[in-house]
């Protein structure tokens, strides 16, 4: 029996050395969603910009408000006006929702406190200083820091950019990655196969699974077995790529051609990771024409092994890339599960409760189909004994199912 291989985290620590934040490019708000900011971003401006209606009323001086009063109406303020009037004392404005505030008005009534009056208006509450007006600052003062280096942004952190009037920021890009699938057998997905051809899963899923993790995708396959032919598509691929990811062609077998090409270059290294599914990994660097050395990962060809090996080691990977932290997710088992003694293993699992999952029935090497049907992916550790209902595990989320 084979033995079980090094820990899946000392793999992850060989890829995760081979990789670096990618160098920081300016883009506009538009195509900043879902990119990893590479610097504190602060404002420039205050956020509001100037004193205005919080909704729309009266604008007055409260010391004219103390009590019950009714009012002369000298005028309308309209959202946008860039004309500020003057407030007399002992008359008010009507407001509308964000129009600035008029200079001698220290609050606003809203129309529900009044008898909304054109000429003359009755105030039947009096209001206190401040009272439904947004002071220019109170949300964000200039100088603050609205965005932090290494914030992952989201539509929010980009409608406060534009709130405090930045239009551009500097951001890591998403990272290229290049899809290489080997092995005689494959034929491309969605064309019908040969007697004695598999259709070529594998790219959709690491393409799709790469684009999910936010980085962009290229196909660079299938490639035959010939060490030659996958050293010139592996060489074309690391031009345009941040990441190359290959899979099959890293077992022991007399057509792995991956190991076969790679195995004897400087800085790349095969050999088992104990882990189930995807025993066999691989990884190491190939060197552009431009002169970057461009990470390789080489995950195992079996259809679930690719795309479990794929999430724990090459997702990572892209990750630092784009420069985003290191997330871990942990749900509660709400049925035992078996554990293996030498290696972790990967298991299909769905949500039965917020936050509780179990694993689904069957056959875990190689079944698509439960993958498919699962919510997440459960990390077991070695271990030997079976985790009890209740424990903590690990969890991979499966897209937005999760």
Same mark, same amino acid.
């Given at each position: 029996?084979?033995?079980?291989?090094?820990?899946?985290?000392?793999?992850?620590?060989?890829?995760?050395?081979?990789?670096?934040?990618?160098?920081?490019?300016?883009?506009?708000?538009?195509?900043?969603? @879902?990119?990893?900011?590479?610097?504190?971003?602060?404002?420039?401006?205050?956020?509001?910009?100037?004193?205005?209606?919080?909704?729309?009323?009266?604008?007055?001086?409260?010391?004219?408000?103390?009590?019950?009063?009714?009012?002369?109406?000298?005028?309308?303020?309209?959202?946008?006006?860039?004309?500020?009037?003057?407030?007399?004392?002992?008359?008010?404005?009507?407001?509308?929702? +964000?129009?600035?505030?008029?200079?001698?008005?220290?609050?606003?009534?809203?129309?529900?406190?009044?008898?909304?009056?054109?000429?003359?208006?009755?105030?039947?509450?009096?209001?206190?200083? +401040?009272?439904?007006?947004?002071?220019?600052?109170?949300?964000?003062?200039?100088?603050?820091?609205?965005?932090?280096?290494?914030?992952?942004?989201?539509?929010?952190?980009?409608?406060?950019?534009?709130?405090?009037?930045?239009?551009?920021?500097?951001?890591?890009?998403?990272?290229?990655?290049?899809?290489?699938?080997?092995?005689?057998?494959?034929?491309?997905? +969605?064309?019908?196969?040969?007697?004695?051809?598999?259709?070529?899963?594998?790219?959709?899923?690491?393409?799709?699974?790469?684009?999910?993790?936010?980085?962009?995708?290229?196909?660079?396959?299938?490639?035959?077995?010939?060490?030659?032919?996958?050293?010139?598509?592996?060489?074309?691929?690391?031009?345009?790529?941040?990441?190359?990811?290959?899979? @099959? @062609?890293?077992?022991?077998?007399?057509?792995?051609?991956?190991?076969?090409?790679?195995?004897?270059?400087?800085?790349?290294?095969?050999?088992?990771?104990?882990?189930?599914?995807?025993?066999?990994? +691989?990884?190491?660097?190939?060197?552009?024409?431009?002169?970057?050395?461009?990470?390789?990962?080489?995950?195992?060809?079996?259809?679930?092994?690719?795309?479990?090996?794929?999430?724990?080691?090459?997702?990572?990977?892209?990750?630092?890339?784009?420069?985003?932290?290191?997330?871990?997710?942990?749900?509660?088992?709400?049925?035992?599960?078996?554990?293996?003694?030498?290696?972790?293993?990967?298991?299909?699992?769905?949500?039965?409760?917020?936050?509780?999952?179990?694993?689904?029935? @069957?056959?875990?090497?190689?079944?698509?189909?439960?993958?498919?049907?699962?919510?997440?992916?459960?990390?077991?550790?070695?271990?030997?004994?079976?985790?009890?209902?209740?424990?903590?595990?690990?969890?991979?989320?499966?897209?937005?199912?999760?």
């Amino acid at each position: 029996m084979a033995e079980p291989g090094v820990p899946v985290a000392a793999h992850l620590d060989r890829i995760l050395a081979l990789v670096a934040p990618l160098p920081p490019v300016v883009v506009p708000l538009a195509e900043a969603l @879902g990119l990893v900011s590479a610097a504190d971003v602060a404002a420039p401006a205050d956020l509001p910009r100037f004193d205005h209606a919080a909704m729309d009323g009266y604008a007055v001086r409260a010391a004219d408000v103390s009590a019950p009063v009714e009012l002369p109406v000298l005028g309308v303020v309209a959202a946008g006006d860039v004309t500020r009037p003057v407030l007399a004392p002992g008359t008010a404005l009507r407001i509308m929702t +964000g129009a600035p505030v008029p200079a001698g008005a220290d609050a606003v009534v809203p129309f529900e406190w009044t008898d909304r009056g054109v000429d003359r208006v009755v105030v039947s509450r009096p209001v206190t200083a +401040g009272r439904h007006v947004r002071r220019s600052g109170e949300d964000v003062a200039a100088g603050d820091v609205v965005v932090t280096a290494g914030a992952a942004l989201a539509a929010a952190h980009l409608a406060l950019l534009a709130g405090v009037g930045i239009d551009s920021l500097a951001v890591r890009p998403a990272p290229r990655v290049a899809v290489v699938a080997t092995g005689a057998e494959l034929a491309v997905a +969605g064309r019908a196969a040969e007697p004695g051809q598999v259709a070529d899963s594998n790219t959709v899923a690491i393409c799709a699974a790469a684009q999910a993790a936010g980085a962009r995708a290229t196909i660079f396959g299938p490639v035959p077995d010939d060490p030659a032919v996958l050293v010139g598509r592996l060489t074309a691929a690391a031009e345009d790529a941040d990441l190359v990811v290959t899979t @099959g @062609g890293v077992s022991a077998g007399d057509h792995d051609v991956v190991k076969a090409a790679l195995r004897d270059r400087e800085g790349f290294w095969f050999g088992g990771v104990a882990v189930k599914p995807g025993r066999p990994q +691989g990884c190491g660097t190939v060197v552009a024409s431009d002169g970057r050395r461009v990470p390789v990962v080489c995950l195992p060809g079996t259809p679930v092994a690719a795309y479990c090996s794929f999430r724990l080691f090459a997702e990572p990977a892209l990750h630092a890339l784009a420069g985003r932290p290191a997330r871990s997710r942990r749900a509660v088992l709400d049925a035992p599960v078996e554990v293996a003694a030498d290696r972790a293993t990967v298991l299909p699992a769905a949500f039965v409760a917020p936050g509780r999952v179990a694993q689904l029935p @069957g056959h875990v090497g190689h079944s698509q189909r439960l993958l498919a049907a699962a919510d997440v992916l459960l990390v077991v550790p070695p271990g030997g004994a079976p985790l009890p209902a209740g424990s903590e595990v690990e969890i991979l989320s499966l897209g937005e199912r999760a």
